[in-house]
Every structure is written in C-alpha cells, then in structure tokens.
C-alpha cells in the first residue's frame, strides 16, 4: 500500500528483482520477474522492459486506497546461455541465489517532476 498518497489518477506500481548483497539496489544478472496467470490469480499486471529490465506494472488506485494484491509475480532463473550472451556479464554472481522483490513508484508532483520512491523485500 501506497501511504499519503492524495492524487486522483492512478500510478503504476513496478516490480523487479534486485541482488541481496549489495547495499545499493540493482537489478540481478541471473533472475527476473516473471508475470504468473491462471485462475487464483486477481490482480492485473504488465510486463514491460525499464532500461533493459524487466518489470511487472501494477495499477494502485485511489479508488482501492493505493493497495495491490502481490499474487501475479514470480522469480524466473535465466539460463546461463543466455546471460553469457550479454555483453559484459561474467559469472561473478552465477552462484548468488539470493535475490529482493524491488517495489517502486513514480509520484507526480507540482510543475511536472517525478518523486521515486522505492523499498525492497528482505532476501
């Protein structure tokens, strides 16, 4: 839940998955979030791709007190073929399994600027 919110519109709410050992937060090499569908599932989400990234949006509306239900992510391992494929990977962090859900928004703000705000789950 968003607190102190007092727009009208909607934000989007990004998710991603960061590393767990460093204190400044960054998107992990090896893993990503991955959107999961099927019939339990309630809240709608988008996949999209933030400065090669991949995240899942999911609206936060005033309507709902900026709440959403976390029940449509998921944490994929990417194969290592793949990541060798990245220029300028190495396997560094290829053993590394812990990872953090990353929580961020974008708030509006008078005069047309953005405030970030973001936290991040426990490993």
Do not use: W
Request: hydrophobic share 35%; net charge positive.
């Amino acid at each position: 839940q968003l607190h102190g919110y007092r727009g009208k519109e909607p934000l989007g709410l990004q998710i991603f998955i960061g590393t767990a050992d460093e204190r400044i937060l960054k998107p992990h090499a090896f893993y990503q979030v991955h959107r999961i569908t099927g019939k339990t599932v309630t809240t709608t989400s988008f996949e999209k791709i933030v400065h090669g990234t991949k995240v899942l949006e999911i609206p936060l509306e005033p309507k709902n007190n900026m709440k959403a239900i976390i029940d449509c992510v998921g944490i994929l391992k990417l194969r290592n073929a793949d990541i060798e494929l990245r220029k300028g990977e190495t396997d560094v962090g290829r053993k590394n399994t812990r990872v953090r859900l990353v929580f961020r928004v974008h708030v509006p703000q008078p005069g047309g600027q953005h405030v970030s705000l973001q936290v991040a789950s426990h490993p």
